[in-house]
């Protein structure tokens, strides 16, 4: 049974940090693409950053660029995401999601996720 758990969010100031964790169980991470998606109260779901399970290639949302950086640890069966920079706008709910469809790098932001963790949430406040 495929599971995923996110931890590591919390309160923090304008411009400080974050890292995400996303535990998984069930299937081999290398197999899957993996991706961490944000959604805020009233607000479509947004695609943040993810890793092809075709090369490990990585994609990223265009306001997020240079700021946040997705990670795994396949000994570890983790995903993560650095958040650094970060500001009121990224405060959201954030969701780790995986699939074992082939995904190119192109298309891992996309909707085809049938495996999600919880969520975590990430608030930035002064």
């Not at 570890?76 to 650094?84: A, D, F, I, S």
Request: hydrophobic share 30%.
């Amino acid at each position: 049974q495929v599971q995923l758990v996110e931890s590591g969010g919390g309160l923090v100031q304008p411009g400080g940090s974050l890292r995400l964790s996303c535990a998984t169980s069930g299937f081999i991470l290398d197999e899957y693409a993996v991706g961490w998606f944000r959604q805020a109260p009233g607000k479509e779901r947004e695609g943040v950053s993810c890793i092809s399970n075709y090369d490990g290639s990585t994609k990223y949302l265009d306001s997020v660029e240079g700021r946040f950086t997705i990670s795994k640890d396949s000994a570890k069966n983790t995903v993560y995401l650095q958040m650094n920079t970060l500001t009121p706008e990224d405060t959201d709910v954030y969701y780790c999601a995986a699939t074992a469809a082939g995904t190119s790098r192109s298309y891992c932001l996309g909707n085809h996720y049938n495996n999600w963790g919880q969520g975590t949430q990430g608030t930035v406040s002064s």
